[in-house]
């Protein structure tokens, strides 16, 4: 090769090199341009202004007034549904920012949308309590009759007072039993009778109540006693005695005392009887000695009373007939 052939081969590779790192120079220097000039972007927010959100699992809903792209929050305030189910209304005119990322996580629900101008203020209202007048006198006992009635039995009760209404109750009270109430009622302005079932109650006072329907009552503390269960005779025998004659008689019944009174009666008239034994709570002897001056022949009524109650009852009738 000639000294000129390796001259211009030498000049050759010097080209080739020269334009090799023009190249890759160039390339570096537009990348780097690139890098430098890209440009940042923000999330775009999921809500706009007049949004409604919520929580699957809370009840407090959201109005979103605005979103604020440089401090990317919301602008919010609380909205409360209307009576009717539409949306909505404000309590205040309160309002808070919130960080638009905490925003979108915590409340993903968008329930509705409304115009946020169209939104109002309501601010509740406390209802003002209205003083109820009552009318009319309230109600007045002075008295009851009977004052007393048998455990367990059913008495009816005649109620004597003042400004009684129609549609009044009437009840019996002890401490520690639900109300008595009275059936059968019937109401006058001065006078009340009803029906009373003692089952169940304890012997000893009761109080008596009348409540007019207007809630206006009257209480007489104390005023009726339950005593014992009273005897009851179911049967006499004999039922008959000669005039003059002294009659052993055997009652029997039930709820007889220890202790007990026989007599026969007829109308202001009574033949008391002697050696009155207590056999058992179902059985008595007596004898009745028709000689006493007040007997006579005819119907007579045989009464026993237990004496630690005073309770009796009655056998109709006992008949006195002629001594021949």
Wanted: aromatic share 6%; hydrophobic share 35%.
């Amino acid at each position: 090769m000639t000294e000129k052939m390796r001259i211009g081969l030498l000049l050759g590779l010097i080209l080739v090199a020269c334009v090799f790192f023009a190249g890759c120079s160039s390339q570096s220097s537009s990348t780097n341009t690139a890098v430098a000039t890209t440009p940042t972007t923000m999330p775009s927010p999921l809500y706009v202004a007049g949004d409604i959100v919520t929580s699957s699992t809370l009840t407090v809903h959201w109005l979103i007034l605005s979103y604020d792209q440089t401090s990317d929050q919301y602008d919010r305030a609380m909205i409360y549904q209307n009576s009717d189910g539409s949306w909505g209304y404000r309590l205040n005119s309160d309002t808070d920012q919130f960080p638009r990322a905490n925003m979108e996580k915590l409340y993903p629900v968008k329930v509705a949308h409304v115009t946020v101008t169209s939104v109002p203020i309501v601010t509740p209202t406390v209802p003002t309590t209205v003083q109820t007048t009552l009318s009319g006198s309230p109600p007045s006992i002075t008295s009851i009759s009977p004052t007393g009635g048998a455990q367990n039995s059913v008495v009816t009760l005649t109620i004597t007072g003042s400004s009684f209404q129609s549609g009044a109750t009437v009840e019996l009270l002890q401490a520690g039993f639900a109300p008595v109430f009275g059936t059968g009622v019937s109401i006058s302005s001065s006078q009340i009778t009803g029906s009373f079932n003692l089952n169940g109650l304890d012997m000893g006072q009761v109080n008596v109540e009348v409540t007019n329907p207007d809630g206006q009552k009257a209480t007489l503390p104390s005023a009726f006693t339950i005593g014992q269960t009273p005897p009851t005779i179911s049967g006499v025998t004999p039922n008959t005695g000669a005039l003059s004659a002294s009659i052993p008689l055997t009652i029997t019944g039930s709820n007889f005392a220890t202790a007990v009174t026989v007599f026969l009666g007829q109308g202001t008239l009574e033949i008391p009887c002697s050696s009155t034994t207590t056999v058992s709570s179902t059985q008595v002897t007596t004898t009745c000695d028709l000689s006493n001056p007040n007997a006579a022949i005819g119907s007579w009524n045989l009464t026993l009373i237990n004496a630690d109650s005073g309770l009796s009852s009655s056998w109709s009738t006992f008949s006195i007939t002629n001594s021949s």
